[in-house]
């Protein structure tokens, strides 16, 4: 049973520029949240995805924003990249929104 | 600010060696408490929670313990291990809401064999 899994494993953009990130959630489960964590920081949470809606969010402008699909995969998006913006980006998924997050090895972002 | 955070970001050991790592929490609203591994290169893994109606809880080769009233709580490695070098964070959640933990800075284990 494979876990979280995301992609890409490494990308590199330039400020103005849009990402997409893709998040499999480990089988079984329907919740997923993103984490934003810069070099040397914990991660920050972005947003928190159930039954194809964004149900809680943290402290992140418009500019970031997500998907989730029926297969409860989903995908982040960042729009107008600021340097600020490089981090590695997590995925977690759970059974529930109660339950235990299990983390994917995240995305590492680099702006330039 | 973050209202989670950590007294040491380095802790150096020797293999054998018990390690403990402290974490300070200021949210005296957050009811559950994890601490994560994270290796590099690797998202975090959970290791071990704690309700805030325990003070203490064991796990295999971890303890942690939770003193509600000096809002503190540390994570006890026994034996520590080459392969338990990693940051560690703690995470607390508010209560009665959804599982969202909030992460603190990180504490990195370094093991010496």
């Known amino acids: 049973d494979a876990g979280v899994t995301q992609s890409p494993t490494h990308l590199i953009k330039t400020r103005g520029q849009q990402v997409t990130l893709r998040c499999s959630p480990k089988s079984g489960h329907d919740t997923v949240s993103w984490y934003q964590q810069a070099l040397g920081q914990g991660p920050q949470f972005i947003f928190q995805?159930?039954?194809?809606?964004?149900?809680q969010r943290g402290n992140f402008p418009d500019r970031f924003s997500g998907h989730q699909y029926p297969n409860y995969s989903s995908e982040l998006n960042v729009n107008a990249l600021l340097l600020g913006d490089s981090a590695l980006y997590l995925c977690?998924?759970?059974?529930?929104?109660?339950?235990?997050?299990?983390f994917g090895p995240g995305t590492r972002l680099t702006v330039t | 600010g973050e209202s989670v955070g950590l007294h040491l970001p380095t802790l150096s050991v020797q293999e054998g060696d018990n390690s403990i790592i402290n974490c300070a929490y200021s949210?005296?609203?957050?009811?559950?408490f994890i601490w994560y591994k994270q290796e590099s290169g690797k998202g975090p893994q959970f290791i071990i929670d704690?309700?805030?109606?325990?003070d203490k809880r064991q796990g295999q080769r971890v303890t942690v313990l939770l003193n509600k009233t000096v809002k503190h709580l540390s994570l006890q490695i026994a034996a520590t291990q080459p392969g338990d070098s990693a940051v560690y964070f703690c995470a607390e959640n508010i209560a009665g809401g959804s599982y969202i933990p909030t992460f603190g800075r990180g504490t990195s284990l370094i093991v010496h064999p």
């Open positions: 977690a998924s759970s059974p529930d929104r109660g339950g235990e997050q299990y």
């Open positions: 949210n005296s609203a957050s009811d559950y």
């Open positions: 995805y159930y039954e194809e809606e964004e149900r």
């Open positions: 704690i309700r805030s109606n325990m």
